[in-house]
């Protein structure tokens, strides 16, 4: 008897492990949104009983003991710099002039600006992991059926293309990149998904369409521009043996886009690129007040109102220029009822307490999805950061939404149209009388909660989970590797047969003689006519 159930568990444990397949996530250590994401892709995969191992750089000296792991059989592996890249760690106050500079806000700054701050900061990790020759020895050896990694830092895409792995999967935090959409063959966006600076719709004028191809241009280079630089520097530690970005991208068996059809803009696209948009919103997991520790609980029912405050990790609320620190005082001050939640990340900043009012708390991380999906948080104040606005858009949260700079404007635009949040200008943050009005008006405004319930109803409903999409994708490139049927022939057309430019020529050509040959006929039966008259 015993014999036979020794016998069942083995069976049981080989066929649950039939279906199971190794993937490896590379998940560089740098800004926390896109670690929270690729986390979240991990956790998935394992959930679902496959072999995941979490492939972690630390690009900067952070985030040493996140827990964005949530499933004990991942495999973590944390990978560090050598003693130069040690010396070349970024400094997280290098995003400080965000907070008044237009610059990061415009196409052109964000052309120029891109390359010069990230290629600096992913360089030496890069370099390291593509001298260690032992990392790639491991890498090989266990065999991995798919690589997933970010097209952001493209190192690792880089990388898994070097090591030739059997199948690899891109993805990016932002719900959309225009660098990579003419690789993977997806149509146009212009038009479809408006600049952020322009109005959309029956508000757009032959300006706002200009202002789209702009943006179309110059968002485009900065990101190809990087991966550019990348590519040369990894072209020379490989001697030449790594393939383009370009021919990567287009060999890719997916690209999981951080998109949500019900949430963002309505574009074309194509299979091989699949929606993702939601996937670190665990629903599940909300509305659990164990999530809180007993001094939040405290606070959220201190007062009638709470309002919760985060900025993001990438450009730091400490550094915040003080007028907007004082603004941010007296609009506290402008609502003593209202309980204010800040992430601020020095919370023991004696000068910055010594002016705040009793209803004001600072600490250095809240959890979010704790705080949004909890009734007595009434508003949130973001900076529109990608993650954030899946976030307080399945949590049914109103807010006021103050992009910064990158992708933010776009994603303030996006959930803009579902009429949930305003959207309000850094620059104005000094103007506190005004700020203090938009908070009134809302805290004091049913719909625009009214219109947040409908938009978490219309993402909680769907009718297939971010998850499952992701999960039965990813399978699908572990079994059958790379798949060029997915990209479209349209892709690799010229400029002159996409748009059909020959055949109008030709069209054209055809018809000027068939004018031309009427007109001459024309011309002899007026002729022939004429005389026939003249003889009569």
Same mark, same amino acid.
Request: glycine letters at 6%; hydrophobic letters at 45%.
């Given at each position: 008897m015993l014999l036979q159930i020794v016998l069942l568990a083995v069976v049981l444990v080989f066929v649950g492990n039939v279906n199971s397949f190794n993937f #490896?996530?590379?998940?560089?250590?740098?800004?926390?949104?896109h670690m929270k994401y690729m986390a979240a892709l991990a956790n998935h995969l394992a959930r679902a009983g496959h072999n995941v191992t979490y492939f972690q750089p630390f690009v900067v000296d952070e985030y040493q003991n996140h827990n964005l792991i949530e499933e004990e059989s991942i495999e973590i592996w944390n990978?560090?710099?050598?003693?130069i890249g040690i010396q070349h760690i970024p400094s997280q106050a290098c995003m400080r002039d965000a907070w008044h500079s237009s610059m990061y806000q415009s196409d052109v700054g964000a052309a120029i600006l891109l390359s010069k701050y990230l290629f600096p900061a992913f360089e030496h990790m890069c370099r390291k992991m593509f001298e260690d020759t032992e990392l790639h020895y491991d890498l090989k050896s266990r065999q991995y059926d798919v690589v997933l990694s970010e097209a952001f830092d493209f190192c690792g895409l880089y990388l898994a293309s070097y090591l030739e792995m059997p199948s690899i999967i891109s993805t990016f935090t932002g719900n959309r990149l225009n660098a990579l959409a003419p690789v993977l063959g997806e149509p146009s966006f212009l038009h479809y998904l408006p600049a952020p600076t322009s109005q959309?719709?029956?508000?757009s004028t032959i300006w706002d369409r200009a202002n789209d191809v702009w943006h179309k241009i110059f968002s485009s280079y900065g990101f190809a521009q990087l991966f550019e630089l990348q590519y040369e520097q990894v072209k020379k530690l490989t001697n030449g043996k790594v393939k383009h970005w370009k021919e990567i991208i287009h060999d890719v068996t997916y690209h999981f886009s951080n998109s949500n059809p019900y949430l963002d803009f309505v574009i074309p696209t194509i299979p091989k690129v699949v929606p993702i948009g939601g996937i670190t919103v665990d629903q599940n997991s909300w509305n659990l007040k164990d999530n809180h520790s007993e001094e939040l609980e405290r606070l959220l029912d201190e007062r009638k109102h709470t309002v919760f405050i985060s900025f993001g990790s990438m450009v730091r609320s400490v550094d915040m220029p003080p007028e907007y620190k004082d603004s941010m005082i007296k609009v506290f001050n402008d609502h003593p009822n209202i309980t204010f939640l800040w992430k601020y990340e020095v919370p023991n900043d004696q000068e910055l307490i010594k002016k705040l009012p009793r209803n004001v708390h600072l600490a250095k991380w809240f959890s979010q999805n704790a705080l949004l999906s909890d009734r007595r948080v009434d508003l949130f104040i973001t900076h529109g950061g990608l993650g954030s606005t899946m976030? #307080?858009?399945?949590?049914?949260?109103p807010a006021?939404?103050?992009? #910064?700079?990158?992708?933010?404007p776009g994603n303030a635009k996006m959930i803009e149209r579902h009429q949930s949040v305003e959207v309000y200008s850094k620059l104005d943050i000094r103007n506190w009388k005004k700020l203090s009005n938009l908070l009134r008006k809302m805290l004091n405004t049913k719909v625009y909660q009214e219109h947040a319930n409908r938009l978490a109803d219309t993402l909680r409903f769907q009718p297939i989970s971010p998850a499952d999409l992701m999960v039965k994708h990813a399978e699908n490139a572990a079994r059958f590797g790379r798949m060029p049927n997915l990209v479209p022939y349209a892709k690799d057309m010229g400029i002159v047969e996409f748009y059909n430019i020959d055949l109008i020529l030709i069209l054209g050509l055809i018809s000027t003689l068939l004018v031309f040959i009427i007109s001459i006929i024309c011309t002899k039966l007026k002729g022939l006519l004429t005389f026939k008259l003249k003889v009569e």
């Open positions: #490896l996530v590379i998940s560089p250590v740098y800004g926390f949104s990978y560090y710099h050598d003693e959309y719709g029956q508000k976030e #307080l858009a399945n949590a049914a949260k006021i939404v103050i992009p #910064l700079f990158a992708d933010q």
